[in-house]
């Protein structure tokens, strides 16, 4: 139980860096200077946007986004089976 509590809460927090990430965040939850005086973690989100801002990449950056944040859900999903693997290999199968 406790398990599957903590990775609810770890995919919860990874979707709303995804969303933060994005051109969608709408929420300004901190001030102007950005998170902990990070310029770089501005309230407005859209990281991604501003990464790619002035490149050849800018008309993509929702494309960028996205296969992004599927790569890191997928080395996520790799991980969780790694290590869930690991420890339930001596325990039988029900």
């Not at 990430?21 to 991604?48: I, K, M, T």
């Not at 089976?81 to 029900?94: K, L, N, V």
Request: positive net charge.
């Amino acid at each position: 139980m406790t398990r599957r509590l903590i990775m609810i809460l770890v995919v919860a927090l990874l979707a709303a860096i995804f969303f933060y990430l994005s051109r969608f965040w709408y929420l300004s939850l901190w001030p102007r200077p950005g998170l902990f005086g990070w310029e770089a973690l501005r309230p407005q989100g859209g990281l991604v946007g501003q990464w790619v801002r002035g490149t050849n990449a800018a008309p993509f950056e929702l494309l960028i986004w996205a296969l992004g944040c599927f790569g890191i859900l997928t080395i996520a999903q790799k991980l969780y089976d790694f290590f869930t693997s690991a420890r339930d290999a001596g325990e039988p199968h029900e």
